[in-house]
């Protein structure tokens, strides 16, 4: 990077204190205090100047908006901003750190600061644009059809109490990336990721399905341990980004209750996919579980025989009523996964 490209990343002076910019833009203190700490910032005011010009402009812009959103949804958006913001923050301070650290690396941390800065912005506009034009057709917080999935760790608990924090580490990064590119090969969404977990939803049951047989996979090599998956088809509803109603509830139930390296599906799924030959359903006792006494799901496998055609698809899912495939605790129990 030349000394021109390091001095047009830096950033501009600030000018104004928070309280300048509530003067500066008519805010009234009390609907500035729940914004600001919706975004995550501390409550006492401070002298010091920390806003620049533009920051001072791009917040007036989120101020207008409360002719057209009602206060409640901009303290929401707000907050919604907050929180990926400060993780992404948190993740990007510790590597910038060890990039500071290392001195094959040119950059001060402030350049390095920048220049993500500018990638950042970069690819949130394109991420952006694409779903803009998939959701154009949506309104916000909209209810929809939807296939909502969770994968976890087995035994992650008891994993991280005798696992170094530098393994625990890789081992955590290695499960999402690995997690993230299967749910993305067959055109899913990954929601969330909760510690030793991920939330993920599909459009179509049969992707979902392939989805979660490919996701155990991933225990076949090194450092993933078994998996569990499960899968709940439902009207959700999709708000600032994440996903609520009963099938995540019961996704999340499937999966706590799921036997090391298995898939619970729920019953619609089970219905969509119960003529593609690629799966074969098994059929188990209904679980009993928080909130719901008697759950019906089925364990869902790949059909050994669907490549060789050794059997029909009739008789590869004609699976008897089996042993449970679940691991559920001896009062029928099990842990909420779902946050």
Not at 275 to 280: A, G, H, L, P, S
Request: charged share 30%; net charge negative.
């Amino acid at each position: 990077m030349s000394d021109q490209e390091r001095s047009g990343l830096s950033a501009p002076e600030p000018r104004y204190t928070r309280d300048d910019l509530v003067e500066e833009l008519g805010l009234s203190p009390d609907y500035a205090e729940k914004v600001w700490n919706a975004f995550g910032f501390a409550r006492q005011s401070t002298p010091d100047k920390i806003f620049t010009a533009d920051e001072v402009k791009a917040l007036g812009l989120f101020a207008d908006s409360e002719h057209t959103m009602p206060e409640t949804a901009q303290v929401a958006t707000a907050r919604a901003i907050g929180q990926t913001m400060s993780r992404l923050a948190d993740w990007q301070a510790d590597q910038l750190t060890e990039l500071e650290r290392n001195p094959d690396v040119p950059w001060t941390r402030d350049q390095m600061a920048n220049a993500l800065g500018v990638i950042q912005q970069l690819i949130w506009r394109r991420h952006l644009d694409m779903a803009m034009t998939r959701d154009e057709s949506r309104e916000s917080d909209e209810r929809m059809e939807l296939v909502v999935g969770f994968a976890d760790i087995v035994g992650y608990t008891s994993l991280s109490r005798r696992t170094p924090l530098d393994e625990l580490e890789h081992l955590l990064e290695t499960f999402e990336d690995r997690t993230f590119d299967v749910v993305a090969r067959y055109r899913g969404h990954v929601v969330k990721t909760l510690g030793d977990g991920v939330m993920f939803t599909f459009s179509s049951s049969n992707a979902a399905a392939q989805a979660a047989l490919a996701i155990h996979e991933l225990s076949d090599d090194k450092p993933i341990p078994a998996l569990r998956v499960g899968l709940a088809r439902g009207q959700i509803l999709s708000r600032l980004g994440d996903v609520f109603g009963e099938p995540v509830n019961i996704a999340a139930r499937l999966c706590g209750s799921a036997r090391p390296g298995s898939t619970l599906v729920s019953e619609p799924v089970a219905d969509d996919i119960a003529d593609d030959d690629r799966f074969y359903l098994r059929s188990i006792s209904p679980l009993s579980v928080r909130g719901y006494r008697r759950l019906r799901a089925k364990v869902l496998e790949a059909n050994k025989y669907y490549e060789s055609g050794a059997k029909s698809g009739d008789e590869a899912k004609s699976g008897d009523e089996a042993e449970s495939g679940a691991g559920s605790t001896s009062d029928g129990s099990t842990e909420d996964v779902a946050s």
